[in-house]
């Protein structure tokens, strides 16, 4: 299995809302990650989780918290969102080591802010 | 830091040899991966180049010159499923990051 799922594929919500955004995989990775991808961007980094623990954080506003319950898992939670938050938010996993340039991403949540 | 350059478009007709270029800088290089995104999907991995040379997969092919902080993605064959938007990407001394070039975006016509 070398698939990255993501849920929700769509999510719409208000700057007061709090929503939380899910990643899975079975690839017995340890390496997982979160981006931000804008229209007709490059995908940048936001969070790098290493053996369930948060190991690269690209300074991130704070209304975006990061958690990795187990190590098949990786949640985004996300409150008091502005407007330019709205973007493509992209989940990915790798092994560790030398093979961190081999990463699989997930289809996305393409999220709204109103 | 880190800065990737790519051209932003580029076009070739079906069945051609298609070269994408990929610049560099950046401190503790490691190697430079290419990625696919095709529209409303996701990256997709492609190939990967720690040391100098030309590697081939199929009917993509990558080069690096580490001297010249330059790598490559080379296309050959065309098919009109290559529209896509290609990504260089580095990986530097931080280990599990990769900063992603701006990309380039491939318009193949029949």
């Known amino acids: 299995d070398t698939e990255v799922t993501q849920t929700p594929k769509h999510l719409v919500m208000g700057m007061t809302n709090k929503k939380s955004l899910k990643c899975e995989q079975h690839m017995g990775h340890r390496a997982m990650y979160w981006y931000k991808q804008k229209a007709k961007k490059p995908p940048e980094l936001m969070f790098v989780y290493s053996y369930e623990k948060l190991s690269i954080n690209e300074s991130v506003p704070s209304r975006f918290s990061p958690e990795c319950p187990n190590s098949s898992l990786l949640n985004l939670h996300l409150h008091a969102l502005q407007p330019e938050d709205s973007a493509l938010y992209l989940c990915a996993s790798s092994q560790q080591g030398d093979r961190t340039y081999e990463q699989y991403f997930g289809p996305g949540t393409r999220l709204t802010v109103t | 830091g880190q800065s990737l350059e790519q051209p932003s478009e580029v076009t070739a007709v079906e069945g051609a040899i298609v070269q994408m270029n990929c610049t560099y800088q950046?401190?503790?290089?490691?190697?430079l991966s290419w990625y696919q995104q095709h529209d409303g999907g996701a990256p997709t991995f492609l190939s990967y180049n720690a040391l100098d040379g030309l590697e081939e997969t199929g009917r993509f092919s990558s080069f690096l010159s580490r001297s010249d902080s330059y790598g490559y993605l080379l296309l050959q064959e065309l098919q009109m499923k290559d529209s896509a938007s290609y990504f260089c990407a580095v990986r530097n001394n931080a280990g599990n990051m990769l900063t992603f070039g701006g990309g380039t975006r491939l318009m193949v016509k029949p």
């Open positions: 950046t401190s503790g290089f490691y190697g």
